[in-house]
């Protein structure tokens, strides 16, 4: 069994940037090998390594990657989650691929295909389930302390003024497929099975990206629980909070820059409210219980934080909200590969 994970970097961007410090601060990881379409910034990258005593190979081809490595980030465009995978996979090396899994739901499954025929390990990085915030809110509601939740409201708005790869709907997917991949995710983890969504879309403000900005959303679970999500990178104050509605009490969160918060109250009982790090530093937190997490899961052949199927299921919701957006219908799930697939083809 090796001793530590070796880590080859996909995308050397700022979160993949983020994504390898990070990972060289863990035991378990060793990132020994970067890849960027943009060369020069992959020897930036590395030159930074090396000032801190640390070897990294800059590789010219992906391909190049692989005599380094054990395992692979994907930190990429989320067009080429899905290219990057498939080489990694038939090279037989493990996968952590930044979150959203994929541009859509066809894509996530040969993905997972891939994975398996390969016989590797993949794991998605849907990083909010592991902030410490949720950590605690999830063990509050888990508790029964204020009973069974039957309903929440999440909204994230900022202003996120998108560019590049990030402003069009072929290479980002769109907005949901940012924000949503992470409320979605959360609230199906907390609630269980999606069995409808109806999405609405707000006129577009910022006039460079190619979709829609403001996206709110209801959700129904089979469980009976409802949630809505209202998103948008297109608000000028930063408003990043959550309510949720339970049998015998409440509970409210919120993430802001200077420092997150979480208040629950059982129906007769005295108001708790309990402190966290700032909103970057739960992201950071979370990041790293993420990383080791994959390491675990490689070399230790541990339960995956999050399964593939679960990661697959929030960009199968995000995909039925643009399509409740187009249509102006209500969208059962599960949403079919055909389904998706049909959208695509004819828009």
């Not at 996979?89 to 295909?113: H, N, T, W, Y």
């Not at 999440?154 to 907005?175: F, K, N, P």
Request: aromatic share 8%.
């Amino acid at each position: 069994m090796m001793a530590k994970l070796r880590i080859g970097l996909i995308g050397a961007g700022r979160f993949g940037q983020t994504l390898m410090q990070i990972a060289q601060s863990l035991s378990e990881l060793q990132v020994t090998a970067v890849y960027d379409v943009n060369a020069e910034r992959a020897r930036e990258v590395a030159a930074v390594a090396v000032a801190n005593g640390e070897a990294i190979h800059v590789c010219s081809k992906l391909e190049e990657l692989w005599s380094y490595t054990d395992a692979v980030l994907i930190s990429t465009s989320h067009d080429t989650h899905l290219p990057n995978t498939l080489a990694a996979a038939a090279a037989g090396k493990a996968i952590f691929c930044e979150k959203p899994m994929a541009l859509d739901v066809a894509e996530c499954q040969s993905m997972i295909d891939a994975a398996a025929q390969h016989g590797v390990k993949l794991l998605v990085g849907q990083v909010t389930r592991l902030m410490p915030i949720m950590t605690r809110l999830r063990a509050i509601l888990e508790s029964g302390t204020i009973g069974r939740p039957v309903a929440a409201h999440i909204l994230r708005s900022g202003w996120l003024e998108r560019q590049g790869w990030w402003a069009a709907t072929s290479t980002s997917g769109g907005m949901l497929h940012s924000h949503g991949a992470h409320i979605y995710d959360l609230l199906s983890s907390l609630f269980g099975q999606v069995i409808s969504i109806y999405a609405l879309a707000a006129p577009r403000i910022q006039p460079q990206v190619d979709y829609d900005d403001t996206i709110f959303s209801t959700i129904r679970y089979e469980n009976g629980a409802i949630a809505t999500v209202d998103a948008s990178i297109s608000g000028q104050m930063w408003i990043y909070e959550g309510h949720f509605i339970c049998e015998q009490g409440s509970l409210q969160f919120a993430l802001e820059q200077d420092g997150c918060w979480l208040t629950y109250q059982q129906r007769g009982g005295a108001l708790i409210r309990e402190t966290f790090g700032t909103f970057n530093q739960e992201g950071l937190d979370g990041v790293a219980i993420e990383l080791r997490n994959f390491a675990d899961f490689v070399l230790r052949d541990a339960p995956p934080f999050v399964t593939n199927q679960q990661a697959l299921e929030a960009v199968a919701l995000i995909q039925a909200a643009y399509t409740s957006v187009r249509t102006g219908t209500v969208v059962s799930l599960p949403y079919s590969h055909s389904k998706i697939r049909e959208f695509n083809d004819h828009h």
